[in-house]
C-alpha cells in the first residue's frame, strides 16, 4: 500500500487505450520517456494499461512523478494559475463594479453629507466610472436639521464627465459638468432628522475625518496652497502671474540694467558737458577782453609782438575748446547709440515676456491639476499604501513612454532604433476646457426654470477653435427671458462678444408725465430683442426690437380736445413694434436709431379720425345752412310772386305797346301812301314842266342852228 | 542570460511540448522586430505572459535577436513606411492618433509599425518551422550531439559547467548531457 501511495495519480489505476494515447502519450514530447513509460506498463484483457509496481524501483518512482508532472503541465494553451489569477481580477472588478461601488458610493457620500448637515441625505441612483470618467446621479436631496420636514437643497439629474485619457497629457477637459433642478426649501414627506444612531455614527465619522486630515497634513497644506492661489488669480490675476514668473522674464532684468547705464551715462554727461562749457565760457571771456583792445593804441613793437602772441595763444586754447568739444560729442553719440541698440533689445524681451505670459496663463489650469494632485498624493498614499506606489511607478512609466512619443529619447527606447516618425494631423487640446456646464433651478412642472449654460469655455480658444458661449434663460409662467452671448477672443476674429437678449412677457407701466395728454396710465407687455456685437476695442453696434402688445390706456374724464382725439386715436392700437439700431465706441452710445410702425399706425388713425370728423362736420354744416337759408327762400319766394306780377303787368304793358306799334305801324303805312301819292303829284307836274321846257329849247337851239349854219342841225 | 540559454537548452530537451516551444520563439521575434519602451510592446507581452508558450525560449529570442535586429531595421523602416503611407489607410491612423492612448503604441514609428506587421506575417511560418525545428533535434540531432567530442570537451569549460547545472535544476526529465 505504502508502495502504491507513492505512484503518482495519473498511474493507480488502469488506463484506457484511449485515455492513455489522448491523455498521456500525446503530452510525452521525448521519446526515450514514452518508451520508459510503456516498458513499465502491462496491458490486461481489454487493453487497459496497468502499471507494474512490482517492477518499479526508487528512482523509476522519481521519474514517473517527474513524468506525471510534466505531462500535467503540456495540458491546455493557457496558463492555469495565470488565468485564474487574471479572472479572479476580472470578475472581482466586473462584480465591484455591477454590484458595490455604486452602493459604496451612496453610503458613502449619504454619512459623509449627514456628518456636515447633520439631517437625512438621500443620493439616488450614483453612478461613478473610472474608466469613462464618469460621475452622475439621480437625485439629491439634504434635509433641513432646524425644520426636518423640509429639504435645504434638492438636486435632480447631475453629470460629472472628465476625458480620462486627456489628464494623460495633463490637460483637463470637462466634457460636462450639469446640475438640473435645483430647489431651495423644498417639502419632506418624511421626517429629515437622524435618529440617536444615525447621529453617533456620522459624529464618529466627522472625528475620523478630523483625523485624517490631521495626519494628512500636507493635504491641508495643498488645499490652502490651491486656495490661496485660486484667490490670488481672482483678485489680481494679471499681477499675480507676473509676480509668479517674474524668475522668467527677461524684460524686468534687462530694462533695469539698461535704466543703470542711462543713469551712469546721465550722470557722467552732466560732469563732462559743464567742464566743456566752463572751458568755452573761459575762451568767450578771453576773446572778448583782447578783442576789446584798441589797435591804434599800440605805440611799440613789443606792446604789437604781446597783442600778437595774446592772439595766437588764443586761438589755440579755442581750438583745442573746440576739439574737446567735438571729443565729448562722438563719446556722447557712441554712448546714445548703444542704448538705442538696448531699446530695440528690451522691445523684443517684452515680446518674447508677453508671449511667456499669454502661454503661463494658457497652462494656469495645468498647475491647478497640479495643485489638486499634490493635495490628492497625501490621501492616496493613505489610503491606498503600497497599491499607490506601484500606481505611482505605472504612471512614471506612463510619462516616459509619453516623453518618448513626444520625440524626447526614453530610458526604455532600442538605443541605435529610431525608424521613421510619420506625423498625422493631431487635434490640439487646451490646458483646461470645460465643454458643456449646465445649471438649472426649478422645474417644469412648476413652470419656474432657470437654466445657465456654458459651452467652450477655455483660456486658450485659438487651440480648441470655437468660442465661448454663455447662455442664461428664465422661463416662468407669465413671460420669460433668454440670453445669449458668444465670446471670442480667438485671433483674427472682429467680434469679441456678439449676444441676443430675450425678454418675454414682460409688463410695463406708466403712470406718470402722461397727465398733459390727459392720459391716466399706460399698461402693456413687451417682447424684447437685443443683438450686440462688440469688437475689441469696445466699439460696436446693437439692435433691439421691442414688441408692445396688450396695450392699455387710461384716459382721464375731463379730457380736452387733443385728449379727446388720442383717446379716440389710441385706443384701438392693441399691439406695436419698435426697431432700435445703436452704435457705440470706448463703452458709450454715439449714435441711436429708432424705426417703429406706430407712426404708420398712427397716420392711419389720425387719418382715420380726421374723416370721421370731417364727415361729421360736413352734415352738421349741411344742417346748419339748411336753417339759416329758410327765411331767405321764403323772401325769396315772395320776391319770386312779386316778379312775377310785375311779370304780368310787363306782358301786359307790352301788349298794350303791340298794339300801339301796330297802331303806329298803320298810321306809318297811310303816311307813306300819302307821300307817295303827293311824290307821284310832284313828279307829274315836273314832267309837265319838263317837256315845255324841252320844247321850247329845241326850238331855240335850231334856231341857233340855223343862225350859225351848223350843218348837223 | 546564462538563464535564459540554460532554460532554452532545458526546453529543447525536456518534456516541453515542441509548439510552446515553437510560440516563444515566434513571439520573441516578434517582441525583438518592435523597438522597446512603447505601449504596444508592453500589451504584447502581457498576451505572451498570459499563454502557454515557453518564456525562456520568449526571452532568449528576443534578447539574442535584438543584438542583430538593427540589420534588419532599413528592411523593416521601409516596409513600416509604406504601411504608415498608404493614402486608404491615413485616416485611420489619423483617428487613431487622436485618441488619448493609443499614441502611446507609438505606431506611427515605421519600425514599430513594420516590425509588428512582419511579425505577425512571419508568426506561422515560424511557428511551424520552430516545431518542426524542435522534434527534428529530439528525434535525430540530440542524441548524436550529447555524444559527441565537441559537447564532451565543452562540458570541462567552466562556465559550461555552470551552463550545465543550471540545465540540470531547469529539467526534470533530461539525463544523457551531463551522463
Known sequence: MNSKKRIPKPFRKPISPKKFNHQIARRIHVQSEVDFLESKLTQDAQGNYLLNTEKLGKDDLKRLTRLSKAIKKNKGLIVGWKATILVIILAGTLGFNYFLKNKLIKTGVESYLQGIFQAQVELESPDLSLM???????????????????????????????????????????????????????????????????????????????????????????????????????????????????????????????????????????????????????????????????????????????????????????????????????????DTRYLGESRSSIEEAIKKDIDFLESAVGSFATDTLQVVADTAKPILRTKFDTLFEYSERIGRTFSQMKSKSTQKQSKFADRGRSGTTVSFPLKDYPAFLLKNFELSSGTASTGNVQTLTISNLTGDQDTWGKPTSVKVSSDTVGGGMNIQLTIDARKQVESLLSGEITLNSVPISLSEGLNSLSINSLAADSHNRIELSVQPDLSGWGKAFIKLSKLEFTFSENAHAIGEALRNILSGIETTELEVEFNFSEGQINSLQVASELDQKLSQKVANYAEEQAIVAAAKMEAAIYDYLEEELATNSMLSEELGQEGRRIVEETKTAENLAQ???????????????????????????????????GEAVKDLGETLNIPSF | MITLIARFIAALNANSRPGEIAAGFACGILLALIPFGNLLWFLLFAVFFLLKLHGGTLLFTAVLLKLFIGVMDPLVDSFGLSILTQPSLTPYFTSAMNTPVLPLMEFNNSLVTGGLTLGLLLWLPLFFGGRIAVKMYRKGIRDKLVSSKIVKTFEKIPWIRKLTTAIQKSTAIYHGWSS
Open chain 1, 132 to 334: 469613462a470618467g464618469t460621475l452622475s446621479f439621480k437625485h439629491l436631496s439634504i434635509a433641513d436639521a432646524e425644520q426636518p420636514l423640509q429639504n435645504l437643497i434638492e438636486i435632480g439629474q447631475s453629470t460629472l464627465s472628465i476625458d480620462v485619457g486627456r489628464l494623460l497629457s495633463k490637460k483637463l477637459i470637462i466634457n460636462e459638468a450639469s446640475s438640473r433642478e435645483i430647489q431651495f426649501e423644498t417639502p419632506r414627506s418624511t421626517s429629515g432628522a437622524l435618529s440617536a444612531s444615525e447621529r453617533g455614527d456620522t459624529e464618529n465619522k466627522q472625528a475620523d475625518t478630523v483625523g485624517g486630515e490631521n495626519i494628512s497634513g500636507t493635504a491641508v497644506g495643498a488645499l490652502e496652497q490651491a486656495e490661496a492661489i485660486g484667490m490670488e488669480i481672482g483678485r489680481d490675476s494679471a499681477e499675480s502671474l507676473i509676480q509668479s514668473y517674474q524668475a522668467s522674464l527677461q524684460s524686468p532684468d534687462l530694462i533695469e540694467e539698461v535704466n543703470a547705464r542711462y543713469r551712469q551715462s546721465l550722470q557722467k554727461w552732466e560732469k563732462r558737458i559743464e567742464t566743456v562749457q566752463r572751458q568755452i565760457d573761459s575762451v568767450e571771456t578771453r576773446t572778448e577782453q583782447v578783442l576789446a583792445t584798441d589797435v591804434s593804441s599800440i605805440d611799440s613793437i613789443e606792446n604789437a609782438e604781446d597783442y600778437l602772441s595774446n592772439l595766437k595763444s588764443l586761438k589755440g586754447t579755442a581750438e583745442s575748446a573746440g576739439e574737446t568739444a567735438e571729443t565729448a560729442y562722438s563719446a556722447f553719440q557712441e
Open chain 1, 663 to 697: 297802331l303806329i305801324e298803320a298810321e306809318q303805312e297811310q303816311i307813306k301812301t300819302r307821300q307817295n301819292k303827293i311824290e307821284q303829284h310832284l313828279r307829274d307836274e315836273v314832267d309837265k314842266q319838263a317837256d315845255t321846257l324841252k320844247d321850247g329849247a
